[in-house]
């Protein structure tokens, strides 16, 4: 009985879970998580917003670029400079710029995500000793070239501290430093352009963290020219309450979801933020009872739109047996997890070969020598 009864309240947590987490919760909540970014993205309009790859992709219609720092590299006890991911382009971009914007968000609850607590803060704290170490050697070969000296750069004065969140305990903090030179060591061996780097930034780089509980007041937002270093603006897009919190609008209701851009295989149905932003007033106005329809329609006209074009459009692959030149689809019931009864197969292009099955996210082919693809 006592099992029994653990069991009905699991599945009783898992529909509740299912019913929070639905395609329109996930949408709505990425949708109005964007408000907060474009708001605090006007702060500094100079400076470019660069998503963090895959999550923060979802929380703009438009971004400069994009990076891609892992919150496993920032994992307590796994702490990792990872030098096949060095994002040097986003070091020139704020070097450039004069800083730039980071969008990421998690689900578990934090404020921020680990890319942001501590992968990227050691990420600019090790460029920043690669550069510091580089211009030590120029000026201690009296080689500084005059391109050098017009750059401002000071050695002597160059920060390269790490510089973490005060949620990160100095315990954790001091394992993390005891590692330090040897990332430097790492990036200095990797062949990575410290010289251009560190003709670029002249100032070093350096995390600021902003989510939707920090405090800002709007008219004493300071000049990003006047800090004595390059910032990196790292928004967590999400809000940090770890629980689905319920919220009204005057046609339905709908339940927010914390970083709900994250894990998009396991809830966007073949959306990409790129299409999401070019319907988003559509498939935001539609409301939960067609947000689902919509999406299925929307997928499948972007799929057939690329596939005519010959552009990237993932298909399943099947064995069907050929006979007098026709098409006998295999078990359509293993493919589908939608009701068949009102399944209709058309074709996007006599040409192309394509067939789409009625409104799901699958297309088979067909070649001219009766293999399927």
Known sequence: MENEAQLSIYRAA??????DNTLYNALRSIYDD????????QLWPQLPLVANLRCGLWYSPKFHSSCYFKSTDGHTNNWSFNTSRLNFHIALLAGQKGGCFIVDSTRRGKRFPDSMSKTIPIWTCVLNRSIFNYLSRLSNNDALSDSDARAGHNSVDW???LHLPL????TEKAAIEDRLEGWTIDLEASGADIATLSLCLKKPLRPLWISQKTVLWINEVPDYDSWDFTPIILVSASSSSGVTLHRMTSEFSWNYIPGAGDDEESWARGLSPYVFWNHAYDLISAGPDLCNQKVADIVEKDRVYRAQRGQNAPQISSKPSISGGSLNLPCLECLLCSDLSSLTISSSDEDCRIFWLGSTNLAIGASQVGMMY
């Open 167 to 170: 949620w990160v305990s100095e």
């Open 14 to 19: 898992r529909t509740i879970k299912r019913k």
């Open 159 to 161: 920060d390269c501290s």
């Open 34 to 41: 964007s408000i907060f970014v474009g708001e605090i993205s």
